[in-house]
């Protein structure tokens, strides 16, 4: 059963997304689209036919599979309810960012193909950002690595059952302005709006039509239930299943629902309380948090802990 | 309760949580932004007073983390809004090195004092840890009064300052003698009174307290 | 076959080569590089045994007592020749279609293969002599390659690469006196026995020596200012070999010294080299992402790669200097593996620079575009290159970044502080430099092979011929296939991370890169299985909920307006437009602006844009030193007054100085 639990991720990360747009709509004093409607959404995508440009290459049409692909194997790699899957072998954090790298690789890639300005500011702006972030986020996981003794996800799920501790949690803290700006989420990316000012991932995928948009999304989807399902492997990983037992399991999987769904809770609040930056004060954002990830680690080292 | 608190060693959240305002200081540009983190952080430094004192079980303790959240937690941030209020500044002047630098800058001095402390001191009192931090929040205090211009904002890094001393002497003594614990207290609330009293008259006579142009007053 | 006779029947295979070159006759335009592509496979087979058998010695002249030329194989000599060999039959062949219309080809034959011969020698000398006398010949030839079509630009880069590399080579001959002085040997072997009766002080003189003399040609920051000036002025084939193998030969040297005949060192010998590859990593593809010529761009690359192999060579002789002979082992297996990994892909990367610059006549991403459709193979490949470097998985790269993450992590075991905090910082540093990297490497690709061609030329481009291609491919293959199967890559090198470091470890088992102590483990070939099979499921999925859809071709958006010009796309300078400002207290970028007004201030008519980045150290170190250096000269220039009486009275007050001080 354990080496079901990705395609959680798979089915389930339209939901979430769906929910949090659901909230960030009742704080925001409208009703919004159901819950269910990403999953309308890339359903209706599938039945249309595509336009592409004749600017692009092999590379415009590859993208969505190898975006898809890659990011649906960074869910086989990250242990969701169960630490007792055969898969976690395949890869430890660091396999599982690169992974996640890859496709972003493939979708400035994909951005650039098009020959449009939308597209290259959106691979620009995109690969700046991973600029930004991939050493603070880095550092957030090492810390936690070496506090395990090792960087396999799996390990260090079951080492610590939950981060208490000073340097976790300041890594916990610098970790989550990762994801926002991983998913682009405000205060990076507005992910509502296709304004050229607040396209990053937007600007992307503005080419695509059809199954290749409705891949992206998917991806796009996964990509951030991954990031949730990892800070909680790391950071609190309380409640995991670590056999196959099946009511271990079934607690596993009600225990995972409730954290995600905190998380989401937490992205759409912190959505919905801020403004979108001005894209170049993020440095001063994601180096404040570069900083945090520094005292993390500088904690831990004296602390022991 | 005091295996409790041990268990989640709630001496370390505090004492990195004094670190993080100390820390974060570099990072904000208003005043309010200051008088807050000064007044978290000695709410901090006193519930630690406060914590130490139930471990140990001393009563002379109880009565230094109340007089410590007295002063430094209520009086001196209520009188340093007033004078904020008085003297109708808002925000820091650009200071020396930008806030990010001066975020790095202190990330680093962290580290630094933390290499330094390592090896050799042998510490009576508890929790080395706390020793390191509270120098490091002296050194970080130190940097910030060195960087900004403002009388104020030195002000509040010498307000800082006396909180890590405090923190320092607290660590390695279990709190210093009462009476002399109570003596810098009065000399720091004297203080402040009375830098509050220059500051508004020097922005009165001079119409600014900004340090660059009263440099202009020397000789 | 004996060691022996593959070894002689290799350097008789380059030198016929070498003079076969000279020969102006048409129809043997090729011969030079068949020949040596087949010496290079001889030598391959040299390597594969070295890394087997114990070491092998050989002279190829006879002895005199200080003056010998001999060559010795040992474990690490033999990963180097592996990696030389597998470089040189690539570019070989790549050559062989690409001097078909090169004007200079019987010169350029003439000294590759000299070239790729001084490579060999360099790496099995024995002794101090045979070392010295390849690496000048190494430096030669590349000078000559350089500077064949005797242009101004040419030779510019040309002098400076000389001097550059001769202020190495007197580190490097200065070092070699102090060895030579404290043990009175000449051979590496030889000499192990009398550096424990050296002082420690000088041992430290010695590592630094060689840190400088062999940066220099590694190319570490600051001393890597050559690379970009020779790099992008060479014929692509030459630049391929300079920079996948030439900049190797320094850290050859680097270990040949500090490991292996030094032995050990104190804990901060490791954690400066660590940082000195930081600092070089992170500055190199800094410059790097900001030029828009291709090769520049690639040189700047190399000077990162070789500060992440630094990074993994700092780390091992850290771990070395504690104690931690696994450790230390794990981490120069990374930094070896990235060794002949960056061989690999930067090979691919600039002979597939080459093939562009040959079809569209200019260097610059901003005339290029849509090459991709109109160059396919070649686009392929260098996605390839691209992908590799950037570390992305399944490919080779990310197999041994995986691995100095690893080691670079395991840093925390050592005793001191300082080590604990300098190696994870290494690692994310590591990490910066990667999505650098990545964002110059989908600058580099996107712009030149993706979009619309933004230039007649890139216009009516067309695949080169097969030879280039098929040179190409022998860099590419294995770049996917070393990081699918790590296992015998990292066969070749083991036995030299054992004689270096005294330790093994097994890092492969059943495809998958593992380290025991931290059961870290990955497994490149079993991703790239689930992504195959996740492609064929949503591909089935797709048809069952979607049917069977037709794609329309259109124009790309334009918000509406028609006619989308080309040259409205993102340029190269625009994409990384970005980091020029983030980082511009790096930069210093200088901005000239010049307005022309026809009636101040509102009625402007020019404005003159200029934007300029020097980089820092060439600012304030490299212009006031050469200006002092010519000052001083301007000094010295007056003792040359041309007057042959002057001349005279030198000597004579020479020999009068002689004969009082040495009586």
Avoid at chain 2, 4 to 11: G, Q, T, V
Avoid at chain 3, 336 to 343: P, R
């Amino acid at each position: 059963m354990g080496y079901l639990q990705f395609l959680i991720i798979i089915l389930f990360s339209p939901l979430v997304n769906g929910v949090i747009k659901k909230v960030k709509a009742y704080m925001q004093g409208r009703i919004g689209p159901g819950v269910l409607q990403p999953y309308y959404d890339l359903l209706r995508l599938l039945k249309k036919d595509m336009v592409v440009s004749t600017e692009t290459s092999w590379i415009f049409k590859a993208t969505p599979y190898i975006v898809f692909t890659a990011t649906a194997t960074a869910a086989v790699i990250v242990p969701v309810v169960s630490t007792a899957s055969p898969f976690s072998m395949m890869g430890d954090v660091i396999a599982l960012i690169y992974m996640l790298a890859l496709a972003r690789f493939f979708m400035a890639l994909g951005g650039l193909d098009a020959g449009t300005g939308f597209g290259g500011e959106g691979s620009s702006r995109e690969m700046t950002v991973a600029i930004l972030v991939e050493p603070m986020m880095m550092l957030a996981l090492f810390t936690a690595a070496i506090s395990a003794g090792s960087t396999d996800i799996v390990r260090i799920a079951t080492v610590h059952p939950a981060a208490f501790s000073p340097s976790h949690l300041l890594a916990l803290t610098a970790f989550i302005v990762a994801i926002v700006a991983e998913t682009g989420r405000v205060p990076v990316d507005n992910p509502d709006t296709h304004l050229e000012l607040t396209m990053i991932h937007e600007g992307m995928i503005l080419e695509y039509s059809g199954r290749y948009l409705a891949l992206m999304e998917w991806a796009h989807y996964m990509k951030q239930m991954i990031l949730f399902t990892l800070a909680i492997d790391i950071f609190f990983p309380l409640g995991i299943a670590q056999s196959g037992n099946p009511a271990v399991l079934a607690t596993a999987v009600a225990v995972y629902v409730a954290k995600v769904t905190g998380i989401a809770l937490l992205m759409a609040l912190v959505e919905s309380t801020r403004a979108k930056m001005r894209f170049f004060q993020l440095p001063s954002l994601l180096g404040g948090a570069f900083v945090l990830a520094f005292l993390s680690l500088v904690t831990h080292i004296m602390m022991g802990k | 309760m005091k295996s409790w608190i041990e268990a989640f060693s709630i001496i370390d959240f505090i004492s990195v949580g004094i670190l993080l305002t100390a820390v974060t200081l570099n990072a904000f540009k208003s005043i309010e932004s200051y008088v807050k983190a000064y007044t978290i952080n000695s709410w901090l430094l006193a519930s630690l007073v406060a914590v130490v004192a139930v471990l140990v079980g001393e009563t002379h303790l109880y009565i230094a983390a109340l007089l410590t959240l007295a002063t430094k937690g209520i009086i001196i941030p209520l009188f340093l809004r007033r004078i904020v209020r008085r003297m109708r500044v808002t925000h820091e002047i650009q200071p020396y090195i930008s806030n990010s630098l001066s975020l790095a800058i202190s990330g680093i001095l962290v580290a630094v004092v933390y290499a330094s402390l390592k090896e050799g001191i042998f510490i009576t009192g508890f929790s080395k840890d706390v020793l390191q931090i509270s120098i490091a929040v002296i050194l970080i205090s130190l940097f910030v009064m060195i960087t900004r211009k403002m009388a104020l904002t030195q002000a509040i890094g010498l307000l800082f300052m006396e909180n890590g001393l405090f923190l320092a002497g607290f660590s390695l003594t279990f709190g210093m003698p009462t009476m002399i614990e109570l003596g810098v207290l009065f000399d720091m609330l004297m203080g402040v009174i009375i830098l509050g009293i220059f500051a508004i008259q020097i922005k009165r006579a001079f119409a600014s307290t900004d340090l660059d142009k009263l440099t202009v007053l020397k000789g | 076959m004996e060691t022996e006779q593959l070894l002689h029947f290799g350097i008789s295979l380059f030198a016929v080569g070498a003079l076969s070159a000279l020969v102006p006759v048409k129809t043997f335009r090729i011969v030079p590089y068949l020949l040596s592509l087949i010496g290079s496979l001889f030598f391959l087979s040299l390597g594969l045994i070295l890394t087997v058998i114990t070491p092998a010695s050989y002279q190829a002249l006879p002895a005199s007592s200080i003056f010998e030329f001999s060559l010795r194989g040992d474990a690490l000599a033999g990963f180097f020749v592996i990696t030389i060999s597998l470089v040189a039959s690539a570019v070989s062949v790549y050559s062989i279609g690409f001097t078909r219309n090169y004007v200079y080809a019987g010169l350029s034959g003439f000294f590759t293969n000299i070239l790729i011969l001084s490579l060999y020698s360099v790496v099995l000398s024995a002794n101090l002599f045979t070392f010295l006398i390849s690496w000048e010949t190494m430096a030669i030839a590349s000078y000559f390659l350089i500077t064949l079509d005797r242009s101004d630009e040419t030779s510019r880069a040309g002098l400076f690469y000389a001097v550059m590399t001769h202020i190495g080579t007197a580190f490097i001959i200065a070092l070699f006196f102090i060895l030579y002085r404290f043990t009175n040997r000449m051979d590496f072997e030889g000499m192990k026995a009398g550096i424990a009766s050296m002082p420690t002080a000088v041992k430290t003189v010695v590592f630094i020596f060689a840190l400088i003399g062999f940066g220099t040609k590694a190319g570490i920051v600051p001393l890597h200012t050559w690379i970009p000036r020779a790099y992008p002025v060479a014929p692509p084939h030459i630049a391929a070999l300079m920079s996948g193998l030439m900049i190797k030969m320094g850290i050859y040297g680097f270990l040949r010294i500090s490991f292996d005949v030094l032995g050990q060192g104190p804990e901060w010998w490791g954690i400066t080299v660590i940082s000195v590859g930081a600092v070089s990593a992170l500055l190199g593809i800094l410059y790097g992402l900001i030029e828009n010529d291709l090769k520049v761009f690639l040189a700047y690359s190399s000077v990162e790669n070789v500060g992440i192999i630094l990074l993994g060579i700092g780390a091992s002789m850290m771990f070395k200097s504690n104690g931690l002979a696994t450790l230390s082992s794990l981490a120069l297996t990374a930094a070896l593996f990235h060794v002949l990994n960056h061989a690999l892909f930067k090979g691919v990367l600039f002979l597939g620079a080459g093939s562009v610059i040959h079809t569209t006549g200019s260097g610059n991403m901003e005339h290029m575009g849509g090459l991709l459709k109109r160059m396919p193979v070649t686009g392929l490949f260098f996605l390839a290159g691209a992908l590799s470097i950037c570390a992305l998985p399944p490919f080779n790269g990310f197999a041994s970044e995986w691995l100095t993450y690893q080691a670079l992590l395991l840093g925390y075991q050592s005793p001191s502080v300082t080590a604990k905090i300098v190696s994870p910082l290494g690692g994310a540093a590591l990490a910066l430099t990667g999505a650098l990297a990545a964002a110059g490497f989908v600058k580099a690709f996107g712009i030149t092979f993706l979009g619309a061609p933004r230039t007649a030329e890139s216009r009516d481009a067309g695949e080169v011929p097969l030879p280039m291609v098929v040179g190409m491919a022998f860099l590419a293959i294995p770049c996917l296939l070393f990081g699918l199967f790590p296992g015998p890559a990292l066969s070749f090198l083991m036995p030299a991370v054992y004689a270096m470091t005294g330790a093994s470890t097994t890092l492969e088992q059943h495809g998958m890169l593992g380290v025991g102590q931290t059961s870290a483990a990955v497994s490149p070939i079993g991703m790239l299985a689930t992504m195959a099979a996740m492609m064929i499921a949503v591909m089935l999925f797709i048809r069952m909920k979607g049917g069977v859809r037709k794609t329309v071709y259109g124009d790309s958006w334009g918000c509406g307006t028609p006619g989308l010009t080309p040259r409205m796309q993102y340029t190269a300078t625009a994409f990384t437009k970005p980091l020029r400002i983030i980082y511009k207290r790096i930069y210093l970028p200088r901005r000239d602006i010049k307005v022309q007004y026809l009636l101040k201030p509102f009625f402007v008519k020019s404005i003159h844009y200029g934007s300029e980045i020097t980089p820092f150290f060439e600012r304030y170190v490299y212009e006031p030193a050469t200006r002092f250096i010519q000052a001083v000269a301007s000094k010295v220039k007056l003792l040359q007054s041309g007057s042959l009486n002057l001349y005279l009275g030198y000597i004579l007050i020479t020999l009068i100085l002689l004969l009082i001080f040495a009586t």
